[in-house]
């Protein structure tokens, strides 16, 4: 099987499931805005799990991926199976010890990282003790979670995505029951417990696979491993540059808190919806597509090229439209969605400024997401960290611009030189959909500066092609915006009049009548993405019919 196919196939499976994880991951949110709303309980808890969730995105999944699997797929494919089995068996001890320590800080520390991370509690001194008590709740899943990394990475290395991609189901399943079953008795704090009863389930998960595929999974304590320098060396440049996403939504976090009450928890539920089609398909692939582009990057330059050039078209058919249809239904989503209990009709308005705000950067998100697995691959982590660092002073520039002016919450010394800077340099007063824009920008930027890094580190970038392929299905997404916008401006969504049944049945038809305008679009416009489309679409039928 050629990598193109691998690619496409392992996408494929990573993808089914995490439409199933992502799916799970909204019914977790819509249970929660039910519960909890945007209030003051609801943006504590965000905060709380921000501060892990970084951490885990640095130190686990985000490093480890990009890490591991090039140093194990080179051991497997040089040094033979025992040595990769030992190698994984060495880095999951080392990391646990890593993992557990940093976990152990941040308990100790959950006091001054909160007040860092959300200056503008300082006015509120309940929400910032339950977000610091949050918190230092919250920090051992970073520990389970972060094995949970090691073994994805393990896992995927040989080639299987299966357990890896299901987990996240398993903790979303966990948080809800946690949610429905304690809140009555302890409030917030049962999504607290849910969290790390998920993170202990997701570990669990793993074992069955890593013993189908004959990995040990015995401790191993050899820190001087030669495995264990090169991961450290692949992982650290990485903390920064394979999550400046996170890294942004983390300072979003830290202005939003400046701003009104509800305004982290509308950021917090417009970025699930930003999240599902990044997860459902550009995570899915760059996942899939880290392994082939390690192997090519060993033995076939001119292939991994034009693998990398297939990849980033794949991106283009699936994030424009998604992008455009974002901002199109974000009432409709938002709406249907989280508009119930005590999320009213304001916050799901909120809400859907936001998403539209984030869906300005998904093409650009998803396509850093796609190219920064290349760069792992060829061993370089130094091009995504100065791209990554670019979008992050870019993400810093667009929230003084776009945010407007915030308010100092008064005894927070960093509160107040935020708001002093806003005040003097913000041109719109879009409040946490600035902040939103703002990571759409700082993604924009990250994408252009990764561009020119590959050119330079390879030799070319398909420029062409690749833009040749962003206008065709870009001008085939536009075709779906009258369509889409003369059904849903059928329905006073936030109107409370609508029954929820209603308003889902007009959000389905308005969904399916736009995916049926860009498929009829993009067919007529005709190229590659549209032949891509046409023998996806037959497979997929010739399956039904089998």
Not at 24 to 40: H, Q
Not at 138 to 149: C, E, H, M, R
Not at 414 to 433: K, N
């Amino acid at each position: 099987m050629s990598e193109r196919r691998e690619i496409t196939r392992a996408a494929g499976t990573v993808g089914l499931l995490t439409v199933v994880s992502r799916v799970t991951g909204l019914v977790r949110d819509a249970v929660v805005s039910a519960l909890f709303g945007a209030g003051l309980a609801a943006d504590a808890f965000f905060v709380a799990y921000r501060i892990p969730n970084l951490l885990r995105r640095l130190v686990g999944e985000g490093a480890a991926s990009a890490a591991f699997i090039p140093v194990l797929t080179d051991y497997h494919g040089r040094r033979g199976r025992a040595e990769a089995d030992h190698a994984a068996r060495v880095l999951f001890t080392v990391m646990a010890a890593v993992l557990t320590t940093l976990a152990a800080a941040g308990m100790l520390l959950a006091g001054p990282l909160t007040a860092t991370f959300a200056p503008g509690f300082a006015a509120t001194p309940e929400k910032l003790a339950l977000a610091i008590r949050l918190t230092r709740l919250v920090f051992p899943y970073l520990v389970f979670i972060g094995l949970v990394a090691v073994a994805m990475g393990v896992l995927n290395a040989l080639r299987d995505f299966t357990a890896p991609a299901l987990s996240p189901v398993v903790l979303n399943v966990v948080i809800v029951a946690s949610a429905l079953a304690l809140t009555r008795w302890i409030g917030v704090y049962s999504l607290a417990v849910g969290i790390l009863l998920g993170g202990l389930a997701q570990l669990l998960v793993q074992v069955p696979a890593l013993r189908r595929m004959g990995v040990p999974l015995s401790p191993c304590w050899e820190p001087r491993h030669p495995a264990v320098a090169r991961v450290g060396a692949l992982m650290i440049p990485t903390l920064f540059g394979s999550a400046v996403y996170q890294l942004n939504v983390l300072v979003n976090t830290m202005f939003a808190s400046l701003l009104p009450a509800g305004s982290i928890s509308f950021l917090w539920y417009a970025e699930r919806l930003f999240e599902f089609p990044l997860g459902v398909f550009a995570v899915a692939l760059s996942t899939a597509a880290l392994p082939s582009f390690s192997a090519l990057a060993q033995r076939d330059p001119r292939e991994f090229r034009d693998t990398v050039a297939f990849a980033l078209r794949l991106v283009n058919v699936i994030a424009l439209p998604a992008s455009v249809g974002l901002m199109v239904t974000a009432e409709p989503l938002t709406s249907v969605l989280f508009q119930r209990g005590a999320f009213g009709a304001h916050a799901a308005e909120e809400t859907a400024l936001a998403v539209r705000c984030f869906a300005v950067g998904l093409w650009s998100v998803a396509s850093v997401r796609m190219l920064v697995p290349a760069f792992y691959a060829l061993e370089d982590t130094r091009s995504p960290v100065v791209a990554a660092a670019g979008a992050f002073v870019a993400n810093l520039v667009g929230i003084a611009l776009f945010a407007g002016p915030l308010t100092s919450p008064g005894g927070s010394g960093p509160g107040a030189f935020l708001a002093a800077v806003t005040v003097s340099t913000s041109l719109l007063h879009l409040r946490h959909g600035g902040l939103a824009l703002a990571t759409s920008f700082a993604g924009t930027v990250n994408l252009l500066l990764l561009c020119l890094a590959y050119r330079w580190r390879v030799g070319a970038f398909p420029w062409g092609a690749w833009l040749g392929s962003a206008l065709r299905t870009g001008t085939a997404a536009l075709v779906m915006v009258p369509i889409v916008r003369a059904i849903t401006t059928r329905v006073a969504w936030f109107s409370g009049t609508v029954p929820l049944a209603a308003r889902a049945a007009w959000l389905v038809l308005a969904v399916a009548a736009g995916t049926a305008a860009f498929v009829v679009a993009l067919a007529a416009i005709g190229g590659p993405e549209a032949v891509a489309l046409r023998s996806a679409l037959r497979r997929r039928l010739s399956r039904a019919r089998a």
